[in-house]
């Protein structure tokens, strides 16, 4: 393959298919990773979006995700807790907004949102722009109706995150208590609300390269704009405890295939930063251009500090994109 051939013709508006990706995946490191930097840069430029998280209501989660430390299904000792007070969450946002975080996004644990907990979480996000104008503020809340998402667009939720996780063929391997076409629906949910769309999913569940190309292919179809890659933390009394964590050649790999196949995308590193060389430095010169700086939800994360500093070095300008 003449990876510099394909790259110009990305550059140009091509949309490279699923073959030539495969192809991609497999081809000469450095050029691969290089290219993808390049198309990062030409459709990007040097703007990189850093989010935070907060761990807003954990555990004791209904669904069977074979990753999730939150799952009920697994005794993994973890904290169990309904929807943090109001004032627990705001201040963790407008803390993160002031040390230079300009995305905040409440997690939840759980299928998906209460209409009580919707109204709640109204209620906070209208309080954090109140203490922090400028921030941002998304959710993750599992699978929540059009009209939920309507309520919660009208109180100042920017973005929505809700994962595809892993190709619709390998999804039922990690997954059996909702399906993927319950997370395609709640995607357009979104959307059809007016809301913009954060989804990705794990690397190193066990899928194929080929699954992982599925996967951003179909996050192209869905027009998705913010592509989380997390990389499998495995965690003790999970199905995946034993799963072995991923070189970053492969990380890197994953990410640079995603830039040529999703060119103006923001590509964020979320879970499983700390298992990396150098909390992924390799990926963000790889095509990635995005990531969640912190603590993570049962997992720790890297010290704002020192990402602003890393984001820095690497002459990336952090703004919410």
């Keep these: ?174 997954c059996t208590t909702h399906t993927y076409d319950q997370k395609i629906e709640t995607i357009k949910a979104a959307q059809e609300a007016g809301m913009e769309i954060c989804s990705g999913g794990l690397i190193g569940l066990g899928e194929s390269f080929e699954d ?4 951003a292919l179909e996050l192209r179809d869905l027009n998705v704009k913010s592509i989380p890659v997390n990389l499998l933390n495995p965690i003790k009394n999970t199905p995946y405890e034993n799963n072995k964590i991923l070189p970053m050649e492969e990380v890197n790999r994953t990410c640079a295939t995603f830039r040529f196949i999703n060119p103006d995308a923001s590509i964020r590193l979320a879970g499983g930063r700390a298992l990396m060389e150098e909390f992924g430095e390799s990926a963000f010169k790889s095509g990635a251009n995005a990531t969640i700086s912190g603590v993570l939800l049962t997992t720790q994360g890297a010290s704002i500090e020192e990402d602003m500093e890393r984001f820095k070095e690497l002459n990336y300008n952090v703004k919410a994109v």
């Excluded at 992982?212 to 996967?215: K, L, S, V």
């Design 212 to 215: 992982r190309i599925d996967m």
């Design 1 to 174: 393959m003449d990876i510099l051939e394909l790259k110009n013709k990305v550059l140009e508006g091509y949309k490279i298919n699923r073959d030539e990706a495969i192809e991609l995946y497999n081809s000469d490191y450095e050029t691969l990773t290089k290219s993808a930097d390049e198309i990062r840069e030409h459709f990007c430029g040097n703007d990189f979006d850093v989010c935070s998280i907060i761990n807003a209501k954990s555990g004791r989660c209904s669904e069977n995700c074979k990753f999730c430390a939150q799952s009920a299904h697994y005794n993994t000792n973890i904290e169990e807790y309904g929807l943090l007070e109001e004032e627990i969450i705001v201040a963790d946002a407008v803390d993160k907004f002031n040390r230079g975080i300009p995305r905040f996004s409440m997690v939840s644990a759980g299928k998906g949102l209460t209409e009580e907990d919707i109204d709640k979480v109204c209620r906070i996000t209208k309080k954090i722009y109140e203490k922090a104008p400028g921030i941002k503020v998304c959710l993750s809340g599992g699978l929540i109706s059009e009209e939920g998402f309507e309520k919660l667009k009208k109180a100042g939720i920017k973005r929505v995150h809700n994962n595809l996780e892993t190709s619709r063929n390998y999804f039922d391997k990690v």
